[in-house]
């Protein structure tokens, strides 16, 4: 997988590789967002002081946040508390009414997809609509609340008249992974990036010639290690989201970003499926002011 260069600020990179530092690493990582204007006055030593750590564990935090030494990751601080990334998430309470969590929980929708943005590398995304609009099949494969936006990707892609496919558990994704090849597309949905059998599936697309495309959270991941290009997520975990809420709003729409885009390649195509499917639904509808004139 090519590696995509994100113009992403420093607090955001410390949140989505916290799964990836080491308890030490995390100290300094925890100090400096939550002490960011203080620590851009202060040295390394000074730092490694203030968080009871060493220098040698911040100059790897550094290297992890892809940063050349403590210098670079001042001036990234101070840009970040220049322009610093909208804070509008807040944490549930037992005692909000639901007026209060609706807010949250919308707030929480909107940083999101706001960070989301932020992640999204556009040449990765090009180079998906590019293998989608290609391709001889597309097939979705997810587990759990990602298995959800693998179906409701499947039901919006049959429309582009591209033969589509998705698996919501392990073994029905083997099966299909096998019989994939050239010209086929894969993409898999994980917002860990650590689910075994979606990286298991795409690891055997892969070596088959399909092409694979990884959805999830922002960093390095094993699933990162399985696809031809990545499309980065990112939200904000609360007590109340351990399925990761707000990540399936910045999945569904980096999917229908997918779609539109591959949509726009084939516009008559695409124009003509959409009505052959409004026709045929329209009758599968009750008419409403026929049945009311039984009923009467």
């Not at 220049?82 to 929708?109: G, W, Y």
């Amino acid at each position: 997988m090519e590696e995509a260069q994100h113009n992403v600020g420093i607090f955001l990179k410390l949140r989505e590789i916290a799964n990836d530092l080491t308890s030490a690493e995390k100290k300094v990582a925890d100090c400096i967002i939550h002490s960011g204007d203080k620590i851009i006055r202060m040295s390394i030593t000074d730092l490694a002081q203030k968080c009871d750590s060493s220098e040698s564990t911040i100059v790897r935090l550094c290297k992890k946040l892809h940063l050349k030494g403590y210098q670079e990751l001042r001036v990234a601080l101070a840009q970040d508390l220049v322009s610093p990334v909208k804070q509008i998430h807040e944490k549930v309470d037992l005692n909000d009414t639901p007026e209060q969590t609706m807010r949250k929980v919308f707030q929480a929708a909107a940083q999101a997809l706001s960070d989301t943005e932020s992640v999204l590398s556009v040449d990765n995304l090009v180079k998906a609509v590019d293998y989608i609009k290609n391709a001889s099949s597309i097939s979705f494969f997810g587990i759990g609340a990602s298995g959800v936006i693998a179906l409701d990707a499947y039901y919006r892609f049959s429309k582009l008249g591209i033969s589509c496919h998705y698996a919501t558990d392990g073994h029905s994704q083997t099966n299909k992974a096998v019989f994939l090849g050239a010209g086929d597309v894969v993409i898999g949905i994980s917002h860990s990036g650590r689910t075994r059998d979606v990286i298991r599936t795409l690891d055997i697309a892969r070596s088959k010639g399909a092409n694979t495309i990884a959805v999830t959270q922002f960093g390095h991941s094993p699933i990162t290690e399985v696809a031809d290009t990545v499309l980065f997520t990112s939200s904000r975990e609360t007590a109340f989201r351990t399925e990761a809420m707000a990540s399936r709003i910045a999945q569904s729409a980096i999917l229908d970003s997918l779609f539109v885009s591959a949509a726009l390649t084939r516009y008559e195509q695409v124009i003509k499926n959409y009505e052959e499917v409004r026709q045929v639904t329209a009758a599968m509808r009750i008419d409403q002011a026929k049945d009311l004139h039984k009923k009467g």
